[in-house]
């Protein structure tokens, strides 16, 4: 068997490894899903009425606030979600299964491989719930082609990835599940002063700045223009090079920790 199918079979195996371990312990999941449905329950029902006003809508109508905010809720569950997987890969590296993997004859790599895949099928499946609530309480999309829907689902796809491989970086500094799930809080913090919840225009002017120029914010406006037809201007590049560029910092940093952590 060659080196490529070995080292395939063996990050299918800790892939399946980690969709069993989450079936069997859903509750950290399921915890973390909550945070963006109930902000998404809480923002339509008791602000919506105001904020769709706020952004030209009629105050009468929460529908223009659901279509504004439920992209923004898509990629902030993806933030959620990828806190599981630093809390997870601290939890394999500080209870001594990594160091049992390393005496196997197992691709050394495909440990964290199946951690990423595994992440990447979570948040997606996350987003899709989140998504049917969504579209429960109100949002449409009836102006978005197939073409838009596949480059919407590339997208939640590629910032998936970008986050997991940070977290798993996060992960794997942690000393316990504690500090794993207290290193992470950045990737669910983020997208609350990003462009989630309101323009960043109707944001005070030295604010704006610290809510354009970090990734969630040209994500969420990509993924809304692909999704609702509004302009999607330089949001997409960019959105783009923060994915690649996550990615790869992400990748760099948790492979060197990896290779060097005597655990």
């Known amino acids: 068997m060659s080196t490529l199918a070995l ?3 063996d990050c299918t195996t800790m892939l399946r490894r980690n969709l069993l371990h989450a079936r069997r312990y859903p509750s950290l999941t399921l ?27 009629h105050s009468a109508d929460r529908s223009d606030y659901i279509a504004y905010l439920v992209p923004g809720l898509l990629l ?29 004859a197992i691709h050394r ?10 992440s990447v099928l979570q948040s997606i499946a996350s987003v899709i719930l989140v ?17 838009e829907w596949l480059a919407a689902f590339g997208l939640l796809v590629l910032f998936a990835t970008a986050l997991t ?14 500090a794993a799930s207290n290193n992470a809080m ?8 990003s462009s989630t919840f309101v323009p960043t225009d109707a944001m005070p002017g030295w604010f704006q700045p610290i809510a354009e120029y970090q990734p969630f914010t ?30 790869v910092l992400g990748y760099l940093w948790a492979t060197s920790k990896f290779n060097s952590d005597p655990k």
Not at 131 to 147: C, E, K, N, Q
């Open 109 to 118: 790599g495909s440990v964290l491989v199946g951690h990423v895949i595994g």
């Open 218 to 247: 040209p994500a969420i406006e990509t993924l809304r223009g692909l999704l609702l037809g509004t302009e999607i201007g330089n949001n997409a590049w960019l959105a783009i090079a923060w994915c690649l560029g996550l990615a």
């Open 31 to 57: 915890n973390l899903l909550l945070t963006p449905i109930m902000l998404l329950l809480l923002f339509v029902y008791i602000f919506g009425d105001t904020m769709s006003a706020g952004i030209g809508g």
């Open 7 to 9: 080292a395939t079979r």
């Open 186 to 193: 950045p990737l669910i913090f983020l997208p609350l002063i």
């Open 165 to 178: 491989w940070i977290a798993v970086g996060m992960g794997l500094i942690s000393p316990n599940a504690e």
């Open 131 to 147: 998504g049917a609530v969504g579209v429960a309480i109100g949002f449409r999309s009836t102006d978005a082609t197939p073409l």
């Open 76 to 104: 902030m569950t993806i933030g959620s979600t990828t806190i599981g997987t630093a809390v997870s890969v601290s939890t394999d590296m500080s209870e001594g299964i990594i160091a049992r993997f390393r005496t196997m």
